[in-house]
C-alpha cells in the first residue's frame, strides 16, 4: 500500500500552489537524470506517513519534530491506548504540517497482529478532496 501510495502522481490543476517533495525511492527521471518529485497530494501524504514514523531526535537539526508512538507500542493493548495514540497523531500533524487540515484519526487495536491499524483523514490545503491516509503501527522486537 505505501508504495502504490508515494508512486501516483497528481497534478491537480485546482490548486494555487503545488507542493513538491523528493521521492524518497530515489528513482531516477528519466528525461532530466534527476531524482524524481512527489507533487501536491501525494507529497502530503507521504510527509504525513513520515511524520508518524518518525521519533523525537531521529530528525538532524530538528529534535522537537516526531513523537514518542514507538514507546507507546510496548504498552499493553486497551481501548485508552487507541486514544492516547489518536491524540498523539493530532497534535503531531497540527504542529508539523501546515499542508494538511485534519478531520479524524482513527486507531484500532489489532491484538492478533499484536499491531495498530491507524486511518488519518485529512484535507489538503488549497484542496477540497478528502484524503485518507492508513498505515500499520507495530514493534519491531
Request: proline share 4%; glycine share 2%; hydrophobic share 35%.
Amino acid at each position: 500500500m505505501a508504495l502504490y501510495d508515494s508512486t501516483q502522481t497528481n497534478e491537480s490543476q485546482r490548486s494555487s500552489r503545488i507542493y513538491k517533495d523528493l521521492n524518497l525511492d530515489f528513482q531516477k527521471n528519466t528525461a532530466t537524470g534527476d531524482i524524481q518529485k512527489i507533487t501536491d497530494i501525494e507529497a502530503v501524504k507521504r510527509s504525513v506517513r513520515n511524520l508518524t514514523n518518525l521519533n523525537h531526535y531521529e530528525k538532524p537539526f530538528h529534535p522537537e519534530i516526531g513523537s514518542n508512538l514507538r514507546a507507546m507500542l510496548f504498552e499493553n493493548m486497551t481501548p485508552q491506548m487507541n486514544v492516547t495514540i489518536s491524540k498523539q497523531i493530532e497534535m503531531l500533524i497540527a504542529n508539523y504540517e501546515p499542508r494538511a487540515r485534519l478531520v479524524q484519526v482513527r486507531t484500532i487495536s489489532l491484538f492478533d497482529r499484536n499491531t495498530y491499524a491507524v486511518t488519518i483523514n485529512f484535507q489538503v490545503v488549497n484542496s477540497p478532496e478528502p484524503v485518507v491516509v492508513e498505515t500499520f503501527l507495530e514493534r519491531l522486537r
